[in-house]
């Protein structure tokens, strides 16, 4: 069933180049020592039966921060029992120690309370089609299937209507 989902999931993405960067920062808030949870930890099936938005980025981009704030909002203004908001982080610039510190610092600073995993070896980013452009964020239905891909940067609105969209039970395509 990976197999298939990763297949289908590069069968959908379109090539892209990486977005612009820089944003403001929001207030920041106590982070944790804990090292971020490994992508290898991170099982699609866990959120089946659930609107997964699965949002890949990296610290080092500024579209990327700049959407953050968006999407802890989606992660509060959603049922969390119909809707779940991932960040996969392929940060690559640095010590894997050096990475852990600023995926903290950008946890604290952006107030993200979703789950957030480090995609250290690259795999998920790899079973996703390899993308070229960050953020990528894809939006994948109950049932396991990807339903919408947004390469770049994307406003709330344009995520939470498509959320709302298959809440209600309509098509999206894209």
Not at 42 to 64: H, Q
Not at 78 to 89: E, R, T
Not at 139 to 166: H, M, N, S, T, W
Request: proline share 7%; net charge negative; hydrophobic share 40%.
């Amino acid at each position: 069933m990976r197999l298939f989902t990763a297949l289908l999931l590069a069968a959908c993405l379109l090539a892209g180049g990486c977005a612009s960067r820089e944003n403001s920062t929001p207030k920041p808030k106590a982070a944790s020592n804990a090292p971020s949870p490994l992508a290898d930890s991170f099982k699609a099936e866990d959120y089946r039966g659930k609107i997964l938005l699965l949002n890949f980025w990296a610290t080092w981009c500024p579209p990327c921060r700049g959407e953050l704030p968006d999407l802890v909002r989606l992660h509060h203004d959603f049922d969390a029992a119909k809707v779940a908001v991932v960040g996969i982080s392929i940060d690559d610039r640095g010590t894997p120690e050096e990475i852990q510190t600023k995926l903290h610092q950008a946890l604290a600073a952006y107030q993200i309370d979703y789950p957030v995993f480090f995609d250290s070896k690259m795999e998920l980013y790899q079973a996703f089609g390899s993308f070229q452009a960050i953020p990528t964020t894809f939006l994948i239905d109950p049932q396991g299937q990807v339903r919408k891909v947004y390469e770049g940067a994307r406003p709330y609105a344009a995520f939470a209507e498509d959320i709302q969209a298959l809440l209600d039970g309509k098509k999206i395509e894209g």
